[in-house]
């Protein structure tokens, strides 16, 4: 018989974190070796997300967790402060990071991928798990080729932290690696209230809405001679998330090194 991965999952009673636990659970090939969770009080991590209780009880402590449950991978869905710290305290336990926290900064990562390869372990970031999100970010940059004219505008609820979503920012990156050298707009344009444009990113445009009741959306848009052309991707639910990381947490006991991007363990 394979032996289980064993998984610690940070931000365990948040929105996303509920639903790691209550992935990892139901998963044959995972066993939850520790749940962390700063706020809850010693509750048990199954009973918190709507199962039966599994004896892991959700704890604050990630050193104390790290250091007792022998783990093999950290997947960790908090903040980006937390988050940068929660994968380097998982490395240096020998632990490979799955992290799906979004704002993490270039600099970071290459920080990160350095202390992976160090310790020989393999680690992915990647800001979103969903494999349609991945087509469309994928479809965007093929059409960012033919169309370079392009616009992002990306739409979540009011209460995300960081902006613009780390999937606009992925898939900005995406089209400018095929995108011709292409500074959009009339040079001339002036903001008569700042930010109107939105934000700058190679000679496009990000835009990032933010409002209550809104869950996860994105819209890629081209602009041709009399066309344009959208590419649009709506989350509904984060369950939709998981298929993507019970994928990662496997893979990423495979490899050494930090990938960056879910698209990459996809083919
Ligand atoms: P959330 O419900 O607010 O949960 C965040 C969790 O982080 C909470 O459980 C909170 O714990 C914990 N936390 C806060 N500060 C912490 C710290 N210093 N150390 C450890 N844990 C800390 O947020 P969410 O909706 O689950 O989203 C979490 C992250 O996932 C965001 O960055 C979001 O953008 C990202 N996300 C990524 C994907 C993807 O596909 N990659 C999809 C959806 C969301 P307490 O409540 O106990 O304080």
Same mark, same amino acid.
């Given at each position: 018989m394979t032996e289980l991965i064993k998984v610690v999952v940070t931000g365990a009673a948040g929105r996303m974190g509920r639903e790691v636990v209550k992935m990892v659970l139901q $998963?044959? &090939?995972? &066993? !939850?070796a520790a749940a962390v969770g700063? +706020? +809850? @009080?010693?509750? $048990?991590a199954g009973t918190l997300v @709507? !199962?039966?209780?599994? @004896?892991v009880l959700v704890t604050p402590d990630l050193e104390t967790a790290l250091s007792n449950a022998k783990a093999d991978v950290l997947v960790d869905f908090t903040v980006p402060h937390a988050a940068y710290g929660n994968t380097t305290a998982a490395i240096m336990h020998g632990v490979r990071p799955v992290i799906g926290t979004t704002g993490i900064t270039p600099e970071q990562i290459e920080e990160l991928d350095k202390l992976c390869q160090s310790r020989g372990i393999g680690g992915l970031i990647a800001p979103n798990f969903s494999i349609g999100a991945i087509l469309m970010m994928k479809f965007a940059a093929q059409a960012s080729k033919y169309l370079p004219h392009v616009e992002i505008i990306e739409y979540h609820g $009011? &209460?995300? !932290?960081? *902006?613009?979503s780390g999937t606009s920012v992925k898939t900005a990156e995406l089209i400018s690696e095929v995108r011709e050298e292409l500074r959009q707009g009339n040079p001339q344009e002036k903001e008569t209230?700042? @930010? +109107? =444009?939105g934000g700058y990113y190679n000679g496009f445009r990000i835009h990032s809405v933010r409002l209550p009741g809104v869950f996860a959306q994105q819209e890629v848009i081209f602009g041709g001679f009399g066309q344009t052309l959208k590419i649009r991707h709506d989350s %509904?639910? =984060? *369950?939709? %998330?998981m298929p993507g990381v019970s994928v990662a947490v496997k893979k990423v006991m495979t490899y050494t090194g930090l990938i960056y991007g879910f698209e990459h363990l996809m083919d």
């Open positions: $998963d044959e &090939q995972m &066993q !939850l700063p +706020s +809850s @009080g010693p509750v $048990d @709507g !199962l039966e209780p599994c @004896g $009011d &209460q995300k !932290l960081d *902006a613009p209230i700042e @930010g +109107s =444009r %509904y639910d =984060r *369950a939709g %998330y």
